[in-house]
């Protein structure tokens, strides 16, 4: 099994910055990619970056250019900085594991919510 706890979500201005993290923990040696993925009020699931264990990354479109994803194989931790956050980006942000950098695996933590006000 393969637990993650995500954390550094919370109440933002527009315009401001946030960074995430997510720590595995467990048989993390069957991870190889981990992502992150949000969730709106009503609204499905998506991706917004992937990374892969050497680096490799993927994000979203509404994403690009505002969002990094990162990772550090010591502790066994990913990032997510994210910039010029805007309203929009109000969601819970889910850590992942076990996929791809584009598609999600079976371990999924409990969730950081990321709130930003116009």
């Known amino acids: 099994q393969v637990q993650l706890v995500e954390s550094g979500g919370g109440l933002v201005q527009a315009g401001g910055s946030l960074r995430l993290a997510c720590v595995a923990s467990?048989?993390?040696?069957?991870?190889?990619?981990m992502a992150w993925y949000r969730q709106a009020p009503g609204k499905q699931r998506e991706l917004v970056a992937g990374i892969s264990r050497s680096g490799s990354t993927n994000y979203a479109d509404s994403v690009k250019g505002r969002f990094t994803i990162s990772r550090d194989n010591a502790k066994n931790t990913v990032y997510l900085q994210i910039d010029s956050l805007k309203p929009e980006d109000t969601a819970v942000y889910y850590c992942?594991?076990?996929?791809?950098?584009?598609?999600?695996?079976?371990?999924w933590g409990q969730g950081t919510l990321v709130t930003v006000s116009s």
């Open positions: 467990g048989i993390i040696f069957r991870i190889n990619s």
């Open positions: 992942n594991a076990g996929g791809s950098i584009s598609i999600p695996g079976g371990y």
